[in-house]
């Protein structure tokens, strides 16, 4: 393996697409923990969220508009300063027709009410959105271990974590045009440096943007 390779901080648009075909298998949805990571996965990659984020989201954390989205409550844990937040959650195109990411909250959302019903008489005794098959928080570390797994069986071959998520979101954000201001404020930073440290943009991006703009 390369040392650029090994360097990356993106996610290349077709392996993103091998790595969802592989955890999107019928197979593997039919399962809690396939349905559950899937969804948690779609959910980084709309959002750019920290898997530690998405990992704390509460049962009650979810909060639908009539606009399409779905807002997800960042709880404010033990140690947290900044209080929480919410980060939205496109589930509909303007179309109506369902977003990869709102499929998949909407589809483990029912495997979590079958889980329910199995284990306590349909009674939400987890705080948690995604728990685990116990009912406690996933710990990061058996998650990151996954993506990593499924990563490599999907044909990838280069280490992929979850931030490598963040930051490919962020950088399609910005080349989109999302102000900075914007995407600082999506992905939770406190300062606008932080923000232009996950923004990958190369000088071709920045030729693209003036020949349009001319």
Known sequence: MTKAKQRKKTIEHEDLNKLFEYVEKPSKLRTFTGSRNAAILRILEQTGARAGEVLSVHSTGLRYSDTGFIFLTIPCEEGCKTGSREIPLMATYPDGKETPAGLALRRWQRKRETWLQSKWHGADLSRYLFPTSRGGK???????TWLSNAAKSSGIDYPVTSHMFRHTRATELVKQGMPLPVLQNLLGHKSINTTMIYTHVDAQDV????????
């Open 138 to 144: 996933i710990a990061s570390t058996n998650f990151f």
């Open 207 to 214: 030729a693209s943007y003036l020949m349009e703009s001319r």
